[in-house]
């Protein structure tokens, strides 16, 4: 009945739409991410929150593989384009529950503590409600950039923004294990394409089964 209840919310959040949604590309660079290796091409994120979320990752010759991750929730579907077959499962949580963090999946040990919470599409709002304050940020291309700096026991973490236009410029962030850098290549907020978010055509789907708490053994 939850499903059920769960699908038919996310039918009427699809059909009604949000008005906007942000797309960005971006390109990262780290300890042991050497330049224009499969780890620094580039990658699309479109969000919506609460409740939709694209990544297109860049394609990967080497073990053939094409990320495609849509959630629109409850919704989850993970793909891979160059074999088209992918996993569907239902979202068991609260209605709420779409998130893409940021230094989350490079924080296996989380190290960075409260800064595993910092989100794409949120990262001004996020280091304003942490009480980083804006202070003057280096010149890119010429520019002047506005700066907020988190510095935590675990970690510190620094947003450039380009203040012309509000939005990010590059995000970076160290948790012990050396300096990561995202470049925000695009960043932008355009009309919401629900096209983006519906169930992929010409895709082989297994089907995950919910998980009700009990354990196996």
């Not at 739409?17 to 050497?34: D, F, H, Q, S």
């Not at 609460?50 to 929730?73: M, S, W």
Request: glycine share 8%.
């Amino acid at each position: 009945m939850r499903i059920c209840l769960l699908t038919l919310i996310a039918l009427v959040l699809q059909a009604q739409g949000p008005e906007t949604m942000k797309k960005m590309v971006v390109r990262l660079a780290g300890p042991g991410i050497k330049a224009n290796s499969y780890s620094a091409l580039p990658k699309t994120i479109y969000v919506s929150p609460p409740h939709f979320a694209r990544i297109e990752d860049p394609p990967d010759a080497r073990v053939g593989v094409q990320k495609l991750t849509i959630v629109a929730e409850p919704d989850a579907y993970s793909i891979n384009l160059v074999d088209k077959k992918g996993t569907h499962a239902i979202d068991q949580g609260g209605p709420n529950d779409t998130h893409v963090p940021i230094l989350l999946p490079f924080d296996v040990k989380h190290r960075c503590g409260a800064l595993d919470k910092l989100e794409f599409g949120s990262e001004l709002e996020f280091f304003q409600a942490s009480g980083a304050k804006e202070q003057a940020g280096p010149i890119v291309n010429a520019k002047p950039t506005a700066e907020y700096v988190i510095q935590t026991q675990q970690a510190k973490a620094t947003l450039v923004m380009k203040p012309d236009k509000n939005i990010p410029e590059k995000l970076t962030w160290n948790c012990g294990d050396g300096t990561y850098v995202y470049e925000y290549i695009t960043y932008e907020e355009v009309p919401f394409d629900p096209s983006l978010f519906a169930k992929p055509a010409g895709i082989q789907f297994k089907e995950i089964p919910p998980d009700d708490g009990t354990e196996n053994g």
